[in-house]
Structures are given as C-alpha cells and as structure tokens.
C-alpha cells in the first residue's frame, strides 16, 4: 500500500456485524491474538500501534475489552450505528452457541473427560494471549514510555498480581496512574 492508496476500512455495517461475528466465533478462551489477527495482519483497518493503544483503553473500560474495542472500531468508521452493528456482531451468534454448550455441559459436567477437555482449552488460551503479547512487543517502542519502561511496568504489573497478589483494581490505578502521569510529563 503507497502513500497515497486510502487504508482499508469496514464497506458497511454489515461488514462490521460479519467481521465482528466471525472474530467472536473464534475466540475460546480469549480473542486478543484473533483480534490482532484479523484486525490488524488480514483487514488493515488499524496499525499495530493503534491496535495496542485502543486495547489498552479497552482494558481499563468496565466490561469485555473485545466487546469494548468492538464499539470503539465501529463508532469510528459508523458512529453510532456502527458501534451497534460492531456489538450486536460481537453478542448475537456467540450468545446462542453459550446458551447450546450450557444445555449441553449441564449434561455431561460429570464426564473427566470434558473436565480436562477445558484445562487443555485454558493452556492453549495462555499460549496464545503470550505469543500475541510477544508479537505486538515492537510497536511498544514507538510508545511514549518507550520499550523498556514498558516492559518493566509489565513485568511489575506481574510480580503484583501473580506474586503478591494484589487486587487488579489496587495495580491497575496504582501502576496505570503511576504510567500516565510518566507519559505526560515526557509529553509536555
């Protein structure tokens, strides 16, 4: 893609709803390597840079940060309607096949071999928030903190919540304040 060429951007919001069911479809476990995936690498609607900004503030916004990028994506190329298009993408497919694993995991909870069917499906999740994490670590250098700021606040947000175990809230103001108020001072 030249300078010149426009980048790509979702057709309608019903391209928004398809992608955002498809993406939704996807993501067992957790959706950040198959939203990285298809938004950034396949459809080229955000840099990596935007993407690791936009995931960062829907982390910090209350509810699911898929659900919450979903509604930033949509809002900026629909407004309004786009950011319902995006979400209702995001929670109509995925809510009917919840509602037909429950029925059926109510009927089979007792099976170990469904027990252990989930634990497998939990590592493989870790594995794939690691390698994406992994990924996405070069556009960290573009950040304002740069990247081994960044790293040492990862690393610090670990030891707090794995090691010392902290309430998420307690690191997520203490360390998010501490990295916001760093940014701005390297800003002005």
């Not at 950011?83 to 694993?101: E, I, N």
């Not at 109510?106 to 499906?121: D, I, Q, S």
Request: with cysteine.
């Amino acid at each position: 893609m030249t300078e010149q060429d426009p980048r790509p951007q979702p057709r309608s919001r019903t391209d928004l709803f398809v992608s955002f069911t498809l993406l939704a479809l996807q993501g067992f476990g957790g959706v950040l390597a198959v939203v990285q995936r298809e938004l950034v690498e396949k459809k080229r609607w955000m840099t990596k840079e935007e993407f690791v900004e936009e995931w960062a503030v829907a982390q910090i916004m209350p509810g699911p940060n898929v659900v919450n990028l979903s509604l930033m994506i949509g809002s900026r190329y629909f407004g309004l309607s786009g950011a319902m298009a995006a979400l209702a993408g995001m929670l109509t497919v995925p809510l009917l096949v919840v509602l037909g694993l429950a029925l059926i995991y109510a009927e089979f909870a007792g099976n170990p071999h469904v027990a252990g069917a989930l634990r497998g499906m939990g590592a493989v999740a870790a594995g794939l928030v690691t390698a994406t994490g992994l990924k996405l670590l070069g556009a960290l250098s573009k950040n304002v903190l740069g990247l081994p700021v960044c790293i040492a606040i990862g690393v610090l947000a670990f030891m707090a919540i794995a090691v010392m175990k902290l309430p998420l809230a307690w690191v997520l103001f203490g360390l998010g304040g501490f990295c916001c108020v760093l940014a701005y001072r390297r800003l002005t």
